[in-house]
């Protein structure tokens, strides 16, 4: 409870019958200047002001913002609650048990480890799409995830007794920030303090960078690393400067044929070029009253991809209706209605607010969009795909002089143009999978399949192998789901179907999705066309696309094809969909089951027909492509708000399943030691109360040297696990069957597989390893292992075994935007248990770098245009870094002397390479858990 009201803000808001309590923010001078994003932080201040953590100077500061300046001023903001998905969420739960167990080592009480802000963990990263386009495919995913988590479920059951304040939504319920918009945020949060009831704009932090999604509720919050969000729940606030906020000033109307998915892709790409890394963004203007609230939501979601921490929509009608729409009681959405109007975060489309820069996009100019192959950034203009893709895909097609066709049965090649072949099956696929017109360079062996059925096609290059619509970003937007439905309902009225090398997967974000395709009778139509419901999680968005046909995958990898994917995600990273598939793209859900009927990205879809109808004649996509007003119609006619209601009324319980595993009991967790998924990290192993002193680091060695956009997939895959990787060999050695393996982000709770996994994606390229391959790129988790003679090729994990036997410290040495992506907390755990001291680069994403502090790795970056490469360093040297005993003073040093020595492996006549590298320890908050060795130690010696 504050103990402190410098500003006399406390006040009584009256609705209805019911008093709350509040924080006026017109009690501090400058507050109706601040954007909607910095009332809701101003008001957070005032509610929390202590005279330590929370000043009346903080407060002033932030009343006073000055819009041009860059953030210098630190405050300390207090999230209401925090949200989870299992993923980021398990080792949450791990550590805060493993920190109960230390606290009772240090003499303390464990139960005092509970979150102090209430969390929320939604199930929703584990299931994965192995069985698809079947009735059963739902029912048997979800057995199997069962199979595959019960260690982990049963651990989360156990929290959700354990701890107060700490609820979990079971598998097989939605996507967590669908589940968050739809149903757990308040937008204006009550809750009793002290005794009193009070009134507060719900603000939240997550363990998954979509977080942002609530932005368009008018939710402040924002996805954090799951060693931040351990914090919050332990009623640490979050440390930020006062950020710059970009105003997006939002004109005219969405034209006919356009989606919010093309709309978010113009955004994403705008705002990437525009540079908001670190910054809010915030939306006004006349057209923000005509974006719907699932639009919003859209837009909120892919902040991330823009690199914004935030991108808030303000609250007005719109937001009010959706509160109702979904469910929330009257007095719940009075409630946000008074306060927001009484706080002045109502949205007022006549005044414009002032803000650090200024962007405008008018809606009646976006065109039809997808992104790709491999960043969300990367947009491409739906009637530019074909000639693009042709472009993009001579970098990732093995080039072959001839143009033969593989047939895989018989082993034997012939020419595309056989005429010995079968008439009217393969070759009229290949017409429409085969890259005729990219050229030799284009060309990889095609390959003549045979189906299950006994049936044939040709897979070559370009193929969709993968069409999933999946992901709360859309699968949250019923425009663009009913868009989808109605638009298959029209190709099978034309008698279309979905090409037979494509996986067709739909996982919507919650069960209300089911019901209004049911009661819009849409459900028939999608599974006509193989879009049968696999599961309700994130599924082929983080990874979990499960298996290509199994031909299919037989074949890409005997040609080395460069087959693609198509989803309605927000991620489409290399190696991230699926190890078969080289290229993906992001699309609208209606423009997936499009790529679906063409089975290619070689395919215009203004010049080339999908198919033919039953009457002989070509059926182009704006044949079927549905009718934007015939859209809205079905939305008033198909959702309901008792539909909200049913599904969510008993959200926590779960099915069958869940009620009746297996639970441990009691305050401290019971370890098994034969346990592959749950482990007791050791983080806090031979902690004492006393401080270690920081030390500077000398003689260390460049464990990877890597280029730009290296994201935290690269750092800590998500996906599969390799039979041949160290994980792999792990699991082997502890009695794990292959096909038991499930991936690295559901084994996030142990601590052994996910050393192993750091920096083992099957993509990333560290150019240490090209000196010892004349000079090739070399993909995977592969390093130079210094510590033996001739410093040969080897796994990352085994040399970090190696150097951390012999005490050799060591460094990373990366590009620009290191640590992009998903907000991975093991991204820096593995980093620090590999005995990494120091990440050198030329930039870091904002989550990233703070959770490096987390683990005790100090970022550092490069001079100002400075890389490895201009300063002719290659990773051979030996590196030492003086300059970070200041902090033992209390002192951040602004530049650190890194100096980097030749060794014996490094080129003749190389030189001693000297510069200062930037101190990226940015708040003397993050210097605390600098010089405690972590954030959970710092948050355990203050609790103890």
């Known amino acids: 409870m504050s103990t402190v009201d410098s500003f006399g803000a406390k006040s009584t808001l009256t609705v209805g019958s019911t008093d709350y309590e509040i924080f006026r923010i017109d009690a501090v001078d400058g507050y109706e200047k601040l954007p909607f994003s910095l009332k809701v932080l101003l008001e957070n201040l005032l509610r929390t002001e202590d005279g330590a953590n929370v000043t009346k100077a903080q407060i002033e500061a932030l009343g006073s913002w000055d819009p041009a300046a860059e953030p210098d001023t630190e405050i300390q903001f207090t999230p209401a609650r925090v949200v989870m998905q299992d993923f980021t969420g398990v080792p949450c739960i791990v550590d805060l048990a493993t920190m109960r167990e230390a606290v009772a080592a240090l003499g303390g009480d464990p139960t ?48 959700q007794t354990a701890f107060d304040d700490f609820k979990v939504v079971p598998p097989g319920t939605g996507i967590v920030h669908q589940v968050n918009i739809e149903h757990l945020a308040k937008v204006i949060y009550d809750r009793e303090v002290g005794g009193v009831l009070r009134a507060y704009p719900d603000t939240c932090v997550g363990t998954d960078s979509h977080t942002t999604m609530v932005n368009g509720l008018g939710v402040l919050g924002w996805g954090v690393g799951g060693i931040e969000a351990e914090a919050a729940m332990l009623g640490q606030p979050v440390s930020m400067l006062i950020p710059r906020v970009v105003g997006f000033k939002l004109t005219g109307q969405i034209p006919a044929g356009v989606t919010a998915t093309d709309v978010v892709l113009t955004i994403t790409e705008m705002l990437r070029k525009h540079g908001v890394v670190g910054k809010f963004v915030e939306f006004y203007g006349a057209g923000v009253a005509s974006v719907p609230l699932a639009n919003r939501a859209t837009i909120g979601n892919m902040s991330p991809e823009f690199g914004s921490t935030a991108a808030m929509f303000p609250i007005d009608d719109v937001t009010l209706d959706y509160l109702r729409l979904t469910g929330r009681e009257e007095q719940a959405v ?10 002045s975060l109502w949205h007022d489309a006549d005044r414009e607010p002032t803000f650090s820069e200024y962007m405008e996009l008018d809606l009646s100019t976006v065109v039809p969009s997808i992104a790709g192959p491999k960043r969300p950034q990367d947009r491409i203009l739906l009637s530019e795909a074909k000639s693009q893709f042709e472009s993009d895909i001579l970098n990732y097609a093995t080039p072959l002089t001839s143009d033969e066709i593989v047939d895989l049965e018989s082993k034997h090649s012939f020419p595309a143009s056989d005429p010995g072949s079968s008439p009217g099956d393969e070759h009229e ?26 049936s044939t096609y040709i897979i070559d290059n370009g193929a969709v192998t993968i069409a999933a619509i999946t992901s709360c970003t859309n699968t949250s937007n019923p425009s663009v789901m009913l868009a989808a439905g109605l638009l298959a309902r029209n190709a099978v009225k034309k008698g279309l179907k979905a090409k037979p090398w494509v996986k067709t997967t739909l996982a919507p974000g919650s069960k209300v999705v089911t019901d209004y395709y049911e009661k819009a009778g849409l459900t028939q139509d999608l599974e006509a066309l193989g879009f049968y419901t696999v599961g309700y999680g994130c599924t082929t968005c983080i990874g979990n696309s499960g298996p290509l046909i199994e031909e299919v995958s037989a074949a890409i990898n005997h040609s080395d094809l460069a087959v693609t994917a198509v989803l309605s995600g927000n991620r489409n990273f290399e190696g991230r969909i699926n190890p078969d598939v080289k290229m993906n793209y992001l699309a609208s859900p209606p423009l997936v089951i499009a790529y679906s009927l063409a089975g290619s990205m070689h395919f215009d879809f203004e010049t080339d027909p999908l198919g033919k109808d039953r009457e ?56 098994d030691e034969n346990s592959t998924y749950v482990r007791k990290p050791p983080y806090f192993d031979g902690m004492t109360m006393e401080l270690t002193p920081v030390t500077d680091i000398a003689g260390a060695r460049v464990l990877a040297t890597l280029g730009d956009s290296v994201t935290t997939d690269h750092i800590s895959p998500a996906g599969n696990i390799k039979s041949d990787s160290p994980a792999g060999r792990y699991l082997d050695e502890h009695g794990v069957d292959r096909k038991d393996y499930n991936s690295y982000g559901s084994r996030r709770g142990n601590h052994e597989v996910m050393i192993r996994g750091t920096f083992a ?36 994990y085994d040399a970090s075994q190696n150097y951390q036997e012999q005490g050799i410290p060591l460094v990373i040495f990366g590009g620009k935007e290191y640590g992009s992506g998903s907000s991975r907390d093991w991204a820096a755990k593995g980093t620090s248990l590999l005995g990494v001291k120091a990440v050198i680069t030329e930039s870091f994403e904002r989550i990233h770098r703070s959770n490096l502090i987390g683990m005790g790795v100090v970022p550092l970056q490069f001079p100002d245009g400075q890389s490895w490469d201009t300063l002719g360093l290659d990773g051979t040297e030996i590196v030492s870094i003086t300059g970070l005993e200041q902090l033992n003073e209390g002192v951040t040093p602004r530049t650190v002397r890194v100096s980097a020595a030749p060794s014996e492996f490094s080129a003749p006549g190389k030189g001693i390479v000297e510069f200062d590298a930037l101190v990226r320890i940015d708040t003397p908050g993050e210097a605390d858990y600098y010089r405690n060795g972590g954030i959970l130690q710092y948050v355990l010696r203050s609790l103890v």
């Not at 017109?437 to 299950?452: L, R």
């Not at 182009?620 to 198909?638: G, K, M, N």
């Not at 209601?645 to 779960?654: I, N």
């Not at 240490?768 to 210094?786: H, K, L, P």
């Open 112 to 159: 005092r480890i509970n979150p102090l802000s209430p969390a929320e963990m939604v199930i929703d990263h584990s299931v994965i799409a192995d069985l698809f386009g079947s009735e059963n495919a739902l029912e048997r995913n979800v057995e199997i995830e069962y199979e595959r988590n019960g260690e982990r479920y049963q651990f989360l059951r156990w929290g």
């Open 334 to 343: 009075a409630l946000v209605e008074a306060y927001a109007k009484q706080q």
């Open 429 to 454: 696929d290949t017409r429409e999978v085969h890259i005729s017109s990219g050229g030799p360079a284009a060309a990889s062996k095609p390959v003549k399949v045979t189906a299950a059925d006994g």
């Open 616 to 671: 002989g004649n070509d059926v182009f996509l704006r044949d079927i492509w549905p009718d934007a007003a015939e859209v809205q119609a079905t939305i008033d006619s198909s959702i309901s708000k008792e539909m909200f209601t049913h599904q969510y009324a008993s959200v926590f319980e779960g099915d069958e399943r869940w009620k009746t595993l297996p639970t441990p009991t009691g305050a401290v967790f019971e370890w």
């Open 761 to 796: 994606n099957i993509r990333l390229r560290n150019q240490i390893v090209r000196s010892v391959n004349a000079g090739a790129e070399v993909e995977g988790g592969f390093t130079r292992d210094f510590t033996q003679e001739g410093g040969p090729q080897s796994f990352i």
